[in-house]
């Protein structure tokens, strides 16, 4: 069913706590290129207060999901989707709640345990004795990716985050995850506004009565 496409499109956005492919390659040390160019993200990342975007998402089978991305850091980030797509992806602190409208269903997890932590966290630490460890960077004329993995974790897979690179200033242009089953999600952000003004209220999550609770899975 569509519907059930739908949701698992917007599952895999965040939910993973496997993000990336089983087969992680040895990284090779930074260059002073390299070096910088993390530095650039670290500052960059770590200059955002809030971010508001829209997004569009894709499986790896090419179905598409679309909606809006508000984050306020620390902690706080809110993927509300565009219908027919049933599901909320919110945080209002310390965790995620994933909610799925049509079953009334809410699973809650750390969001450190997903790709999100690089939007929520209080500090983003790209250091080699930092939580996150970079494997890869891609420069070119307007782009830089930088792929990172969990240091605790390395094995458990990779992230890549892109971001345009004009006139030597940076700004968030999306992300690519792969499951454990190596199926990428691809996240593209547009219409991106950062640092303005954004009311705590937009991460509030009001369960429903008679929403049943899930583990985190």
């Given at each position: 069913m569509a519907t059930d496409r739908l949701r698992r499109i917007a599952a895999t956005a965040l939910l993973f706590s496997v993000f990336a492919s089983p087969a992680v390659a040895d990284s090779t040390a930074p260059d002073d290129g390299d070096r910088a160019a993390i530095a650039r993200v670290e500052a960059y990342l770590n200059g955002l207060t809030t971010l508001q975007a829209r997004f569009v998402q894709l499986d790896s089978s090419g179905e598409a999901a679309t909606g809006r991305l508000t984050v306020k850091r620390p902690g706080r980030l809110r993927f509300e989707y565009d219908p027919p797509t049933p599901v909320?992806?919110?945080?209002?602190?310390?965790?995620?709640?994933?909610?799925?409208?049509?079953?009334?269903?809410?699973?809650?997890?750390?969001?450190?345990?997903?790709?999100?932590?690089?939007?929520?966290?209080?500090?983003?630490?790209?250091?080699?004795?930092?939580?996150?460890?970079?494997?890869?960077?891609?420069?070119s004329p307007g782009l830089l990716v930088v792929t990172a993995v969990n240091a605790d974790a390395p094995e458990d897979g990779r992230i890549a985050v892109s971001f345009a690179d004009r006139a030597g200033r940076l700004k968030l242009a999306g992300w690519v995850a792969v499951d454990a089953l190596g199926q990428p999600t691809r996240v593209t952000l547009f219409n991106l506004e950062a640092n303005r003004p954004v009311d705590d209220k937009a991460f509030a999550f009001d369960e429903p009565v008679g929403a049943l609770e899930r583990q985190d899975p």
């Open positions: 909320l992806l919110v945080s209002p602190g310390s965790e995620l709640i994933y909610y799925d409208r049509d079953l009334k269903t809410a699973t809650r997890l750390d969001w450190e345990d997903t790709p999100a932590w690089f939007l929520v966290a209080d500090k983003v630490s790209l250091s080699p004795d930092g939580p996150y460890r970079v494997v890869d960077v891609h420069r």
